[in-house]
């Protein structure tokens, strides 16, 4: 079992830069992708972005790309995503997850992955 534990959301306004951390624990793998998700109210999950823990391959949403950024601590099993002009619809819940692998294909996927997150609510007010 791995365990993610986010953190770092809150109300923040449009145009402001935010960080998300999320820590894992347990029985983590270093060959894993760990994700970001979100999931606005009556929305589909959507893919933000993900890193391979070992590889270090990146990839993003489309709606996200040119904003956010996906990163990893060695130190520790943090992976931080650090958003910037944030935009009103990029409130969601931001979820983190886990899923074991090398290969990109499917990672924006949510189905694929086995673990996730409790979630940290961003609120981005005009």
């Known amino acids: 079992q791995v365990q993610l534990v986010e953190s770092g959301g809150r109300f923040v306004q449009a145009g402001d830069s935010l960080r998300l951390s999320c820590a894992a624990s347990g029985r983590f793998f270093s060959n894993s992708f760990m994700s970001w998700f979100r999931q606005a109210p009556g929305k589909e999950r959507e893919f933000v972005g993900s890193i391979h823990w070992n590889l270090g391959d990146i990839y993003y949403g489309n709606s996200v790309k040119d904003r956010f950024r996906i990163s990893r601590d060695g130190a520790e099993v943090i992976v931080y995503l650090q958003m910037s002009s944030l935009k009103v619809e990029d409130t969601a819940v931001y979820y983190c997850?886990?899923?074991?692998?090398?290969?990109?294909?499917?990672?924006?996927?949510?189905?694929?992955?086995?673990?996730w997150g409790q979630g940290t609510q961003v609120t981005v007010s005009s």
């Open positions: 997850a886990s899923k074991s692998g090398s290969s990109g294909k499917g990672v924006e996927d949510y189905s694929r992955y086995d673990f």
